[in-house]
């Protein structure tokens, strides 16, 4: 009886360990991705929607005018033409995000619109 219980001690013993390790590698989510491109005072989105959570959006530049992106009080860096940047924002659920070319002039030329954490 008493090796029946050692066996039973030492299985969930392991049992927990390897729960504990693979916990351990798991992500409680993972980011999503949206393509920003920034053109003739234009910003074109791969999606105007994300669950939320982290988001990064990958902004390239195909105008001739430099222009950054900003989203969720942070921003890229300005981007020249075929230029590129990466920016990660934390999106709350069910807020809307204003997104703009900070760059003087852009935002009322159209360079913004409206982003939805789901």
């Given at each position: 009886m008493k090796r029946i219980v050692s066996l039973a001690v030492a299985a969930a013993a392991a049992a927990t360990v390897f729960a504990v390790v693979a916990y351990a590698g798991h992500t409680a989510s993972t980011a999503t991705s949206v393509k920003v491109t920034a053109k003739d005072f234009k910003f074109t989105l791969s999606r105007k929607s994300a669950p939320h959570g982290k988001?990064?959006?990958?902004?390239?530049n195909k105008g001739p005018?430099?222009?950054d992106f900003k989203i969720a009080g942070k921003k890229t860096k300005l981007l020249g033409k075929g230029k590129s940047a990466t920016l990660s924002?934390?999106?709350k659920k069910g807020k809307k995000y204003t997104y703009i070319c900070t760059v003087p002039g852009h935002a009322a030329l159209g360079m913004k619109g409206i982003f939805k954490a789901t």
């Amino acid at each position: 009886m008493k090796r029946i219980v050692s066996l039973a001690v030492a299985a969930a013993a392991a049992a927990t360990v390897f729960a504990v390790v693979a916990y351990a590698g798991h992500t409680a989510s993972t980011a999503t991705s949206v393509k920003v491109t920034a053109k003739d005072f234009k910003f074109t989105l791969s999606r105007k929607s994300a669950p939320h959570g982290k988001v990064v959006f990958h902004v390239t530049n195909k105008g001739p005018s430099k222009h950054d992106f900003k989203i969720a009080g942070k921003k890229t860096k300005l981007l020249g033409k075929g230029k590129s940047a990466t920016l990660s924002v934390t999106l709350k659920k069910g807020k809307k995000y204003t997104y703009i070319c900070t760059v003087p002039g852009h935002a009322a030329l159209g360079m913004k619109g409206i982003f939805k954490a789901t």
